[in-house]
């Protein structure tokens, strides 16, 4: 089956510091993606959606400069946490879907990446 | 943003029991879709429901898509400790490009 990969899956970084996360559709190519975080325990929430070769469409209340998204194949989308703090520190997990599936073709998560900020 | 508000949000059952879950929304989705997600991992799929009053089962697992398009649920039949994991329910309206709305999540424990 179609498989999303996250890289890295861990990372530590210290405070003050950019952490990019790579998403890759390894099978299928994705014109768009979708970033979530998710805080221990909590559910899911969209951050924002990536399309391939045009900017990121973000949700509210997520800060566009301090995530950074490009999207610059369509195979391939990044995620950079600038100036992480503590308190981004969180469980961060891509979806792709095969645009060859369609609207209704099944979205593919990652298996996420746990950003620790000490 | 909106979430779907799941209940339980934990349970307790023994193996061999059948178990459900439901998930509500105020506002209408499109598409319903159910995940289960272990620990340090994304999501799964285990059902996507297209159709208002659309009952879909998936080995164990049956789910449907309530009538007023504002809610679903999800059924497991006779549970095994593999089961064990944390059921998140979705909803989609393809006009959006197919973002996902999460609900809050039903953790799934299972006692031998």
């Known amino acids: 089956g179609a498989v999303v990969s996250q890289h890295p899956s861990r990372v530590i970084c210290k405070s003050g510091t950019s952490v990019k996360i790579e998403c890759r559709s390894l099978d299928f190519q994705a014109t768009t993606m979708f970033w979530y975080r998710q805080f221990p325990k909590q559910s899911l929430m969209l951050m924002a959606t990536?399309?391939?070769?045009?900017?990121?469409?973000?949700e509210q209340g997520v800060e566009k400069d301090k995530f950074l998204i490009n999207h610059a194949s369509l195979t391939l989308s990044t995620l950079t946490v600038t100036s992480a703090h503590p308190e981004d520190s969180s469980f961060y997990i891509c979806s792709a879907r095969d645009r060859a599936g369609g609207p209704t073709g099944e979205l593919f998560f990652g298996e996420g990446s746990r950003l620790t900020v000490l | 943003g909106q979430q779907l508000n799941q209940s339980p949000q934990s349970m307790f059952i023994q193996e061999g029991e059948d178990v459900s879950m439901n998930c509500t929304s105020s506002?209408?989705?499109?598409?319903w879709l159910w995940y289960k997600q272990d620990p340090g991992e994304g999501p799964v799929l285990l059902i996507a429901?297209?159709?208002?009053?659309e009952l879909t089962s998936n080995g164990r697992l049956t789910a449907q898509f309530g009538i007023t398009r504002k809610d679903s649920f999800l059924n497991i039949s006779a549970s095994i400790p593999s089961d064990v994991g944390i059921y998140f329910c979705a909803g989609s309206n393809t006009g959006t490009a197919s973002k996902l709305t999460f609900g809050t999540g039903t953790r799934l424990q299972v006692t031998l």
């Open positions: 990536s399309n391939e070769g045009s900017k990121a469409t973000y």
């Open positions: 506002s209408i989705f499109n598409t």
């Open positions: 429901l297209y159709k208002a009053g």
